[in-house]
Structure formats: structure tokens, C-alpha cells
């Protein structure tokens, strides 16, 4: 096999592996292991309910060969829009610090529940655990208190902010705030079912300063009604330039390729459509290499 898109040096800042309360495919250790095999540079593993810092630290241990790193996910399990454990996290070592994902107040709007993601394998609600969804605006639409904080401490530890499932409106808030203070931010998935942006959103928001990270599960055979076309993919980086993208595979669960085969195969259809492969290479290794390392 002589793949026409290599993924050597390459770097996947999304992945979902075991332990979760969703299933998964693999665990921490087989996705560090798989990541060696393809050759990549590094992976950052991701969990809804929990910080995977500790997971990181104890993989790089069991699979030196490639560097795995580990954030937060600022769900209701942790406090949500907590600066304290922020800080914790940061001085343990975390590179990336996600707003809310499933318990946002965009995603219960969406999806009509927090904990919910309209799948009977990806379901977490508990009326006792949270019936109201989080923002990071206050009722005058302005960035809280603590979600600033929260941006300046990862500014101050070089870390980067990833934007998960908040609206239109928080998302420029955000990225607008963490733009004029210099931290790193990664729009994520702005083509998935939250946030849905538009070329023309996208484009808005990394003039401003952030970054969008493309996820391969969003157009591969989800079990959704919601996967965005390639084409449209191809327009968006063709519009703003393939030096305000990553790619990531956002892998890991039972119904999806492996990390490392979606981010291949997803690379490879891109490359189909057009996009040169130096481009690709900008998105999968010297543009995550930086926003890691910088």
C-alpha cells in the first residue's frame, strides 16, 4: 500500500477513547499505540466528563513514541465554567481547555437536552445532574467573569482554548476576547450539527484570530441526519485558506474508522477534491505543531 497522503508527523487533537460514559473503540493506550503504527507525531485525548491530563501522563509512560497530551472538557461534571480546576489542569500540563460540550446551554437548544446527543449510545442525561444548559454570556450577552479568567490563564500557560458546542454569539464573544489577548483558540467542528456556521461565520471568526479544526467523523456515516458535504469542506479552506484550518479525527467511537484510518481517509478525500497536498500538510502537521509548541 503506497498511501498518497502520508500521516508522518502528523498530529490528531481529538480523540475519544476509553474510559468514558459513552462507549468507545479503543482505549487511551491502543490510541497511542495505533498513532505510533501510522506514524504521527501526537495525539490529545478528550472526555467529556473528566480531565485527561493524568491519562496522558501515564500513556506517554506505556508508549513513548509518540507524544499524547491531555486538557478538560468544562462540562457539569467539573464544575463547568470553573477557573480553579482550570488552573489545576493547566499547571499539570494540559495543552487544550474545551468549553462546554454536551451540557451547553447551544447543545440542550439543539438537541433538546443537555447529556443528549440523540443517539441511544451517546445519551448521559440525569435530571438530577443538570437540567439547565451552560453559557459563558451573561444575561447582557458579555463574556463572564470566569470564562475571562479562564481564557487568561490559558494565554498565560500557552495553552489553547477549544470552543466545543457554544452559539454563534458566545463563539464570537470568545474568540473576539481571546484574539485581542493573544491565546490560541480552535473553532471546533464549526460544520457539525453545533454550531452549523456558515463560510461566511467561519471566515468572520478566524479573521479574528482563531483557528478552525475540521473533524472527520462530521461527513463520514454518522448515524445523524446532520453530515455537511465534503464539497462544502473544500469551499471553506479554498475561501479562507488552509492556514486557518486543522484537521483532526474526533474518533473513538463504536460506529466510527479509528483515529487514525478517518484521518486518513479524510486527508485522501480532500486531496481528491483538490486540496494540494502541502495544504494538508500544513493542517495535519506544521499548524497543530505550532498552536501545540509555539
Not at 52 to 64: D, G, I, M
Not at 83 to 88: L, N
Not at 196 to 202: C, I, K, Q, S, V
Amino acid at each position: 500500500m503506497n498511501p498518497r497522503i502520508k500521516l508522518t508527523g502528523a498530529y490528531d487533537l481529538h480523540i475519544h477513547s476509553a474510559p468514558s460514559i459513552y462507549p468507545r473503540y479503543i482505549t487511551d493506550e491502543e490510541a497511542a499505540q495505533q498513532a505510533r503504527d501510522a506514524d504521527l507525531a501526537g495525539i490529545m485525548l478528550k472526555c467529556h466528563f473528566e480531565s485527561t491530563v493524568s491519562r496522558a501522563f501515564f500513556v506517554n509512560k506505556l508508549v513513548p513514541e509518540v507524544c499524547t497530551y491531555g486538557g478538560i472538557v468544562l462540562n457539569t461534571f467539573v464544575g463547568g465554567i470553573n477557573p480553579r480546576i482550570v488552573e489545576t489542569i493547566l499547571d499539570q500540563g494540559a495543552r487544550q481547555v474545551w468549553f462546554p460540550t454536551m451540557d451547553s446551554a447551544e447543545h440542550q437548544r439543539v438537541f433538546g437536552s443537555v447529556g443528549s446527543y440523540g443517539l441511544a449510545s451517546m445519551d448521559a442525561n440525569d435530571q438530577e445532574r443538570a437540567t439547565q444548559g451552560i453559557t459563558v454570556l451573561t444575561s447582557s450577552g458579555e463574556l463572564t467573569h470566569e470564562t475571562r479568567r479562564i481564557i487568561e490563564l490559558v494565554q498565560a500557560h500557552k495553552a489553547i482554548i477549544g470552543t466545543c458546542h457554544l452559539s454563534r454569539e458566545e463563539l464570537r464573544a470568545v474568540v473576539k476576547y481571546a484574539g485581542e489577548i493573544g491565546t490560541k483558540t480552535l473553532i471546533t467542528h464549526p460544520f457539525f450539527t453545533v454550531p452549523d456556521l456558515g463560510t461566511d461565520e467561519l471566515k468572520e471568526l478566524t479573521d479574528l484570530g482563531g483557528i478552525a479544526e475540521l473533524l472527520a467523523i462530521t461527513v463520514f456515516n454518522l448515524p445523524t441526519s446532520h453530515r455537511p458535504p465534503l464539497q462544502r469542506i473544500k469551499e471553506a479552506i479554498d475561501l479562507i485558506g488552509p492556514d486557518k484550518f486543522i484537521i483532526s479525527s474526533d474518533g473513538g467511537q463504536p460506529f466510527n474508522p479509528t483515529p487514525c484510518e478517518a484521518l486518513r481517509v479524510y486527508a485522501e478525500s480532500l486531496f481528491e477534491l483538490g486540496v494540494p497536498a502541502n495544504d494538508l500538510r500544513m493542517m495535519m502537521v506544521e499548524t497543530p505543531e505550532r498552536m501545540l509548541h509555539e
